[in-house]
C-alpha cells in the first residue's frame, strides 16, 4: 500500500495495480459508455476503490459521477481524489470536517517525454532541476506528478484553473534506497488564491511524495 501511509489520519485510500470486473452506477455507466474500454475499465475501477474506501467511512452505495470541472461530485461532507496510470489506480477519501481538499497523483517513474518540460515548469523550478545532480530518481516526473496533485487538491474549493505555470513546487528529500525514494513537497501558488469554500485563500499546498515499484506517487491534503 502506497498511498494511506501518506497520509494524515482521518483519509482512508485504496489502491490497485490493474482493472477489476466492477459494477457501475447506471449514472456512471452512462457517463462513461462512450469512451473505449480501457478507459470504461479504469473509470470503473476507481471508483470501486473509492466506493470500498467510502464504506470505511459508513457511506455505503455513493455514486461517483464526474461534476462539470472534471472531479468527482463526491457525497456532501466528503472529499476525495482518484488518480490513475498504467499500473496503478488509487483513490481517497476522508470526511470534510476532518480535511478541506486533497489531491492524489500517479506517474510511471520515468522521464518526461521530450519537450514537454518547459510546458509544465516555470524557471525557477527548471534551474532547480539543471542544478541537481544524476541521483536515479526522474524529478521532471516527480514535479508533474506534483502539479497535477496540485490542480486537483485548488480545483474543487476554488473553481478556477491553474495553469502550470501558476504554482512553484519545491521539493524535500527524506528517505532513499537502491530503488525508492520519498519526501515533501511545496506547491506554491502564484496567482490570487481566493475560493469559494468559505475558507481563507491558499497561498500553498503542503504534500508528499513516494517513489516506488516503478510508479511515483504525490498526495496533497490540506486540513
Ligand atoms: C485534471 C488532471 C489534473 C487529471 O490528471 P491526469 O494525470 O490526466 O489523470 P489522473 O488519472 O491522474 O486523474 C484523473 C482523475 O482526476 C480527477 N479530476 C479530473 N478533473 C478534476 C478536477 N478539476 N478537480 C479534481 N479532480 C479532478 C477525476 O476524478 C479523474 O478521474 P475520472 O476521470 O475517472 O473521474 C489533468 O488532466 C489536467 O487537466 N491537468 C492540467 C491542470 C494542471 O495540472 N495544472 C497544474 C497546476 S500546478
Redesign the pocket.
Known amino acids: 500500500m502506497i498511498l494511506q501511509s501518506m497520509l494524515p489520519r482521518g483519509l482512508v485510500a485504496r489502491e490497485a495495480h490493474g482493472d477489476v470486473d466492477a459494477q457501475l452506477h447506471p449514472r456512471e455507466a452512462a457517463q462513461i459508455a462512450r469512451a473505449v474500454p480501457k478507459r470504461q475499465a ?2 470503473a475501477t ?1 471508483r470501486h476503490l473509492a466506493r470500498e474506501a467510502l464504506g470505511e467511512l459508513g457511506i455505503d452505495d455513493a455514486v461517483l459521477v ?1 461534476g462539470e ?4 461530485d463526491w457525497p456532501r461532507n466528503v472529499v476525495g ?5 498504467d499500473g496503478y489506480r488509487g483513490a481517497v477519501v476522508g470526511y470534510r470536517m476532518g480535511v478541506r481538499t486533497v489531491g492524489i ?2 506517474e510511471p517513474h520515468l522521464p518526461l517525454p521530450d519537450k514537454v518540460l518547459p510546458t509544465v515548469s516555470v524557471e525557477s523550478e527548471r534551474e532547480v532541476l539543471a542544478a541537481r545532480d544524476a541521483d536515479g530518481l526522474h524529478w521532471d516526473r516527480l514535479l508533474f506528478c506534483a ?2 496533485a ?3 487538491a485548488w ?2 474549493i476554488t473553481g478556477r484553473w ?3 505555470e ?2 512553484e513546487i519545491t521539493f524535500g528529500l527524506e528517505s532513499r534506497t537502491d530503488d525508492s525514494a520519498e519526501g515533501t513537497f511545496r ?1 506554491r501558488i502564484l496567482i490570487d488564491g481566493r475560493t469559494t469554500d468559505g475558507g481563507p485563500p491558499v497561498a500553498s499546498f503542503d504534500g508528499r511524495w513516494r517513489i516506488t515499484d516503478g510508479l511515483i506517487v504525490t498526495s496533497i491534503a490540506e486540513v
Do not use: I, M, R, W
Open positions: 479504469e473509470y476507481v464526474k470541472g472534471g472531479g468527482v481524489a482518484l488518480t490513475h496510470c497523483d500517479a502539479k497535477e496540485t490542480y486537483k480545483n474543487p491553474l495553469g502550470f501558476d504554482a506547491s
